[in-house]
């Protein structure tokens, strides 16, 4: 398996801009993850799915951020529009709940955003 | 809120020395407790986990003890090498009965291993 893609690796936006974020998880994974990278505030979870479905996006940081997950293979972060402060590393990870316990934490490459 | 401390920030030691780095968590609901290490440009990836029902994990030279009534762990490194430069990030995650849950994150060590 090739592992988590996710793509493009580096993007760079002008501000007010929408940007998509793109992300496959390993195939047969039903869990799925998008993180946000800063120095300042490190790694943060800003949505998850399960089986497709969004189950919690607290971490989601304003209505400008959107994720979807339209099926097993595929799901997308959307910034809209996007401002300097979403500049940041984004990661998508997946994994595979059992129904008692998930297996590890696979992590993507990473989106590097730079909203000028 | 912070739920999990990690410490240091930065960390030098020598090759051949055993870093260690620290956590403390805030939730006894987590139940899984892993490291990750991440290389610049690539995304994490997981070096060792623990769960709260042991109290010692090892792994090659990794090594996670685990202080449940502490609600501390850390990750020690033996025979350090200058390959293992990286930031570590330590990490919790609870399973709640319908699935997967997201992980909190320490905001990481940055390591550095001189030759």
């Known amino acids: 398996d090739a592992g988590v893609i996710q793509s493009p690796r580096h993007e760079v936006t002008e501000m007010g801009q929408e940007v998509t974020l793109r992300c496959k998880p390993i195939?047969?994974?039903?869990?799925l993850f998008w993180y946000r990278q800063t120095m300042m505030r490190g790694l943060e979870l800003l949505i998850y799915?399960?089986?497709?479905?969004?189950?919690?996006d607290s971490g989601m940081p304003e209505d400008r951020f959107s994720a979807k997950m339209p099926n097993a293979s595929f799901s997308t972060l959307k910034i809209q529009p996007s401002e300097p402060r979403d500049s940041a590393v984004y990661f998508c990870?997946?994994?595979?709940?059992?129904?008692?316990?998930?297996?590890?934490?696979?992590f993507g490459q990473g989106t590097r955003l730079t909203v000028v | 809120q912070q739920q999990v401390k990690q410490s240091p920030q930065s960390l030098i030691v020598q090759k051949g020395g055993i870093p260690i780095i620290n956590c403390a968590y805030e939730?006894?609901?987590?139940?899984?407790f892993p490291w990750y290490q991440q290389f610049p440009g690539k995304g994490p990836a997981l070096l060792i986990a623990?769960?709260?029902?042991?109290s010692e994990k090892k792994e090659g030279r990794f090594t996670i003890s685990f202080n449940k009534s502490a609600k501390q762990f850390s990750l020690h490194i033996m025979d350090s090498q200058p390959g293992d430069s990286a930031t570590y990030f330590c990490?919790?995650?609870?399973?709640?009965?319908?699935?997967?849950?997201?992980?909190?994150f320490g905001k990481g060590t940055h390591l550095i291993i001189q030759p």
């Open positions: 990870a997946s994994t595979l709940f059992t129904g008692t316990r998930n297996t590890e934490a696979f």
């Open positions: 195939s047969g994974h039903n869990s």
């Open positions: 799915f399960n089986n497709n479905v969004p189950i919690d």
């Open positions: 939730n006894t609901a987590f139940d899984y």
């Open positions: 623990i769960r709260p029902d042991v």
């Open positions: 990490a919790a995650r609870l399973t709640s009965g319908g699935g997967a849950d997201g992980l909190t």
